[in-house]
């Protein structure tokens, strides 16, 4: 027979290590959690990466001279970018100048970008006035009352922006605000490299 004292030992250690075992997984999480904090938000990957845009066809933004856009419109020439915005979104007016200043890149221009922008979920006279207010750096400018093209594209909020090739392929998305920052060191090179 084995020794009481002995067997109790042994039963104590056993449930002290099943109870650290979820102590193990909690800071194994937290740790991968912590890890991650750092990464940036905005290179988040999208599964439409080097795929053909979504079949979609925007009617105009009422009340606004630009016209609407279609899948077919960005396989005419050139890189596009659209860039998804609504009157209602706050980081959609922090990101506005840097918007207004690649619509001014002349250099960019004319190497055939164009600025083409998805008006989301939005009331059509309050978007007019936002870009009023603003400027209107879009070449193109389609209301996507519904959400559904945005849907389409995953968005997973405004703003986002997408850098289109010629050939109508996703090269890139950036996901929020676009910075001072962002567009010197992310999106303007994304697009110099689409457009290659």
Known sequence: ??????????????RFMFALIPLAIFLALAGLFLSRLGTDS?????????RSVPAFNLPPLEGMTQPG???ADLR?????VINIFASWCGPCRDEHPQLMAL???ETLKAKGLRIAGLNYKDIPAN????????GNP???IGADRSGRTGIDF??????????IKADGTIAYKFIGPISEQALKNMLIPEIEKAMK
């Open 1 to 14: 027979m084995s020794d009481p004292t002995t067997q109790q030992t042994s039963g104590n250690a056993r």
């Open 42 to 50: 905005s290179r988040v990957p999208s599964a439409l990466i080097g």
């Open 69 to 71: 856009f279609a899948d």
């Open 76 to 80: 005419k020439s050139g890189v596009t």
């Open 103 to 105: 619509a001014k890149d």
């Open 127 to 134: 978007a007019k006035k936002f870009l009023a207010d603003l």
């Open 138 to 140: 879009y070449a193109l």
């Open 154 to 163: 995953g968005v997973y909020g405004v703003p986002e922006t997408f850098v």
